[in-house]
């Protein structure tokens, strides 16, 4: 835990007692803080009286003596509209913040130079986080991994001048910390997600772009307009960001993706990196951004060329994303429940020749339309959850489909019809391009559920 010793004395509220939210209470205490917790969930509450937190209703407690608001990045901050906590801190006059922010804060008065290494993106995030904290292993370092990738910052050990934090960062919880202040900031990519969060999708990318303003030295994905134009806003802010590319090789100051190689441009040089072919938890051109990001983020390890390679072929990948969950016979079993809209979706479908795709689930805005040039590489497709009626129509005789409701009757279906195919390598494809919620608590409940399933499958015998 990183007790949050730069609020020592101060009188501040937590509200949303889930994981972070509990831990954050935990590590404040620990500083030394004053600390009152609220939950509208009742079983929350009591987990936290039980712990020996201090729970005080937030609807009638006195704000004038607060200090700050700590609030869940699961609550509404501006959208649809503001929490009602929200709307209390305000007009008492309370800061707003996150536990990202505590941890920079706390950072920042005990190791500020420790190496910090944020990363985002629409897409894409929770792979390079995992991939950056690898290659920093891979040399050695001591890592501590956490953020929206699963474990909560503050659960993580203190910063230190010879620990390494990398830390994925969801908007909602960039939204929550306007100090955000990494050695190293990656921003990926944008597209259209959360909107109904944030607005708009401008809003969306201005939240996204503070992660990188205030960083020392920023990593940014030069492939979509919104990050182009953030890149372009800190070089005309007299900064110099390195940017990754897989659209474009030519670009200057960079790591891209040409071909399958990896490519580190620098002062009109180009050094080869590695060939990503044949590494298959870096399989498609999105894993190229991702690879080229993390590799950015080393700095100057980044140019020990050898042992950088070496860190990339020995990553095993993120559960959830493009996961080959194994084989039988010649069908390959692929979990990527993290693909939990179309442009996730998208990646998948683009590093495979042709899949057995099962889909669906809480749609997001936009559907599965973005996805029709890729419809010629689905041979068939399953449809699970809410959206399948409506993913049935934007497919409509595309190709043939399936109503399968649920994982238990899509997966077998799916497994069966790959099994008879003539294709060499058939691929059986979990990627939903929809958010679990109707189904499941969240994407990770939902690919251990298919993973349960295809690994029964591959262990029957044969003919069963």
């Not at 990519?189 to 201005?206: F, K």
């Not at 590695?274 to 100057?300: C, E, K, T």
Request: aromatic share 6%; hydrophobic share 45%.
């Amino acid at each position: 835990m990183t007790p949050v010793t730069a609020y020592k004395d101060k009188h501040v509220a937590v509200f949303g007692l889930g994981g972070s939210g509990f831990v954050t209470a935990q590590a404040l205490v620990a500083g030394g803080a004053r600390v009152i917790v609220w939950d509208d969930n009742e079983h929350a509450r009591e987990k936290a009286r039980a712990a020996g937190l201090r729970i005080e209703n937030l609807a009638s407690a006195d704000w004038s003596g607060l200090d700050s608001l700590i609030l869940s990045p699961g609550v509404p901050l501006t959208h649809p509209a503001p929490h009602w906590t929200v709307l209390k801190a305000k007009a008492a006059g309370v800061e707003i913040i996150g536990d990202i922010e505590l941890f920079c804060r706390e950072r920042r008065k005990i190791a500020p130079k420790s190496p910090f290494v944020a990363i985002t993106g629409t897409n894409g995030k929770s792979t390079t986080t995992a991939l950056v904290a690898h290659l920093f292993r891979s040399f050695g370092y001591e890592v501590a991994v956490g953020g929206n990738i699963g474990t909560p910052i503050l659960a993580l050990s203190p910063p230190a001048p010879d620990r390494v934090h990398v830390v994925e960062c969801s908007s909602f919880q960039i939204d929550l910390a306007p100090t955000l202040d990494p050695t190293v900031g990656i921003l990926l990519n944008v597209t259209p997600d959360h909107l109904d969060r944030h607005g708009t999708i401008e809003n969306y990318a201005a939240i996204k772009a503070r992660l990188v303003r205030q960083a020392d030295q920023a990593v940014i994905g030069a492939d979509d307009r919104f990050t182009r134009a953030i890149a372009d806003d800190l070089r005309a802010a007299g900064l110099r960001p390195t940017l990754v590319s897989v659209e474009s090789p030519t670009i200057e100051n960079g790591v891209v993706l040409d071909g399958a190689h990896l490519v580190r441009r620098a002062e009109g040089r180009s050094s080869d990196i590695a060939d990503l072919a044949g590494i298959a938890s870096l399989r498609g051109a999105h894993n190229g951004q991702n690879a080229a990001a993390a590799v950015a983020a080393l700095g100057p390890l980044g140019f020990e060329l050898e042992r950088v390679a070496k860190g990339l072929r020995s990553f095993p990948g993120l559960a959830h994303r493009l996961e080959e969950v194994g084989r039988k016979g010649r069908v390959l079993f692929v979990n990527d429940s993290k693909a939990t809209n179309a442009d996730a979706a998208e990646k998948a479908l683009l590093s495979f020749d042709k899949v057995f795709w099962i889909l669906g689930g809480r749609a997001k805005q936009g559907g599965i339309e973005a996805l029709r040039p890729l419809f010629p590489k689905v041979v068939k497709a399953y449809l699970i959850g809410e959206a399948s009626e409506a993913f049935a129509k934007t497919i409509g005789d595309a190709f043939p489909f399936e109503l399968c409701g649920a994982l238990e009757t899509a997966v077998p279906r799916a497994s069966a019809d790959a099994e008879a195919s003539a294709l060499a390598e058939p691929v059986v494809l979990l990627s939903p391009a929809c958010a679990s919620f109707d189904q499941f608590s969240d994407f990770e409940k939902r690919g251990d559920r298919f993973r349960e399933i295809a690994k029964a499958i591959i262990s029957a015998p044969t003919g069963t």
